[in-house]
T-cell receptor
Framework: AQTVTQSQPEMSVQEAETVTLSCTYDTSENNYYLFWYKQPPSRQMILVIRQEAYKQQNATENRFSVNFQKAAKSFSLKISDSQLGDTAMYFCAFMSWKNYGGATNKLIFGTGTLLAVQP | GAGVSQSPRYKVAKRGQDVALRCDPISGHVSLFWYQQALGQGPEFLTYFQNEAQLDKSGLPSDRFFAERPEGSVSTLKIQRTQQEDSAVYLC?????????FGPGTRLTVL
């Protein structure tokens, strides 16, 4: 069974600084996706960034980038130039991708990291 | 609206009552997922639909939980004889392929 571990329950960063959130996962699958989702207080979950396992290049979305280490099964999120609006719970998630009809490509989430951006 | 919507947003039930939670997915999305998110935890998978077919219900915690999507669009998650341990946020997500779009969730509190 696949598992996702986020070992940092809470983190704090000063506005405009850089912070890295850690995530490790365990799987025997070879074809999968990894995601970081953001869940602001009392607001819905939105996708921050995703990484296809077959791609060696790390994904980047504006101020957000990942460090994907497939052999180490590590998938960290770096947030540059942190903004007050980045304050949220961040979830790392794994999806084993099975490309046949009827496959359940469900997300497996970690327990989350609560990030507080301080002014 | 362009996003996934869920109703009600908040539900308080007395222990033993039945509840029904509704999810309106993004139009045209074939896949629909239900997740349960306990306080301070990550969401956990409950069940999966592809169009109207419920292809995976392995995450439903007991036979008190039932989900349906009769016309391949709107889905309802029903919980019978609610218990305190059912208190959680229930999230619905729809997907066209390999990215899931989440609704705001329904926060269920069982007293």
């Amino acid at each position: 069974a696949q598992t996702v571990t986020q070992s940092q329950p809470e983190m704090s960063v000063q506005e405009a600084e850089t912070v890295t959130l850690s995530c490790t996962y365990d799987t025997s699958e070879n074809n999968y996706y990894l995601f970081w989702y953001k869940q602001p207080p009392s607001r819905q979950m939105i996708l921050v960034i995703r990484q296809e396992a077959y791609k060696q290049q790390n994904a980047t979305e504006n101020r957000f980038s990942v460090n994907f280490q497939k052999a180490a099964k590590s998938f960290s999120l770096k947030i540059s130039d942190s903004q007050l609006g980045d304050t949220a719970m961040y979830f790392c998630a794994f999806m084993s991708w099975k490309n046949y009809g009827g496959a359940t490509n469900k997300l497996i989430f970690g327990t989350g990291t609560l990030l507080a951006v301080q002014p | 609206g362009a996003g996934v919507s869920q109703s009600p947003r908040y539900k308080v039930a007395k222990r033993g009552q039945d509840v029904a939670l509704r999810c309106d997915p993004i139009s045209g999305h074939v896949s629909l997922f239900w997740y349960q998110q306990a306080l301070g935890q990550g969401p956990e998978f409950l069940t999966y639909f592809q169009n109207e077919a419920q292809l995976d219900k392995s995450g439903l915690p007991s036979d008190r939980f039932f989900a349906e999507r009769p016309e391949g669009s709107v889905s309802t998650l029903k919980i019978q004889r609610t218990q305190q341990e059912d208190s959680a946020v229930y999230l619905c997500a729809s997907s066209p392929l390999n990215e899931q779009f989440f609704g705001p969730g329904t926060r269920l509190t069982v007293l």
